[in-house]
């Protein structure tokens, strides 16, 4: 019916943003990298970006398949705090001690997933996890903008999110060397953060 195709219509459009932004600002900052610096530190980056996303997938999974769901049900906005809240509290301690566990062990998981000659990749495990634990108190906030169908939202924010990492990206690289995009990584979401804790309340009042 057309209520139903209008719906989900909106999840579309908004996936294929994502599908399309992320990966394209991405690569666009790993080719600055290499033509810039070198391909051996784009190949850093792209290393612990990898490490990054196997990591974080148990928490990513989560979100998809029970956190989204739930939010998406939930009508009342005391109760959508509440879950939010709830989903902070859980979530935040795990992301946090994965990422210190990541950190911590870093030289040994480079030798694993790499080799030795990936280990100017140590300099860049710092500020990147940091910046994972920022991305994902964002998203919980920002799973809101996608449960309830903000579409016009969320798609300025992903496309402004990516044109910011491209160009934060560039001016720290420029500045700081390979370490500056890690700086970049996180600086951008915890912008991103920030816009995010100001369009919650503002639902939410």
């Not at 391909?39 to 990054?52: H, P």
């Not at 994972?132 to 920002?142: F, H, R, V, Y």
């Not at 798609?155 to 934060?168: A, D, K, N, R």
């Not at 912008?191 to 503002?202: D, H, S």
Request: some cysteine; overall charge positive; aromatic content about 16%.
């Amino acid at each position: 019916d057309k209520e139903s195709l209008v719906k989900l219509s909106k999840y579309s459009i908004m996936a294929i943003t994502s599908a399309l932004t992320v990966p394209v600002s991405h690569m666009i900052v790993r080719n600055y990298i290499g033509e810039n610096l070198s391909w051996d530190d784009a190949g850093y980056w792209q290393g612990i970006w990898y490490i990054s996303t196997m990591y974080l997938m148990v928490i990513t999974t989560s979100l998809s398949v029970y956190y989204l769901p739930k939010l998406s049900e939930i009508q009342d906005k005391n109760e959508l705090k509440k879950e939010v809240f709830y989903g902070f509290k859980i979530i935040m301690p795990i992301v946090i001690s994965m990422s210190l566990c990541i950190y911590f062990l870093r030289e040994y998981l480079i030798l694993i997933a790499f080799s030795n000659e990936f280990m100017p990749m140590m300099n860049l495990f710092l500020w990147k996890m940091i910046g994972d634990i920022i991305k994902i108190a964002s998203w919980l906030l920002g799973y809101v903008t996608l449960a309830k169908a903000m579409t016009k939202t969320f798609i300025s924010l992903e496309i402004i999110g990516s044109i910011s990492f491209v160009l934060l990206s560039i001016i720290f690289v420029n500045n700081f060397g390979l370490v500056g995009v890690t700086y970049a990584f996180s600086l951008n979401y915890l912008l991103y953060l920030i816009v995010m804790v100001f369009i919650f309340r503002r639902f939410t009042r």
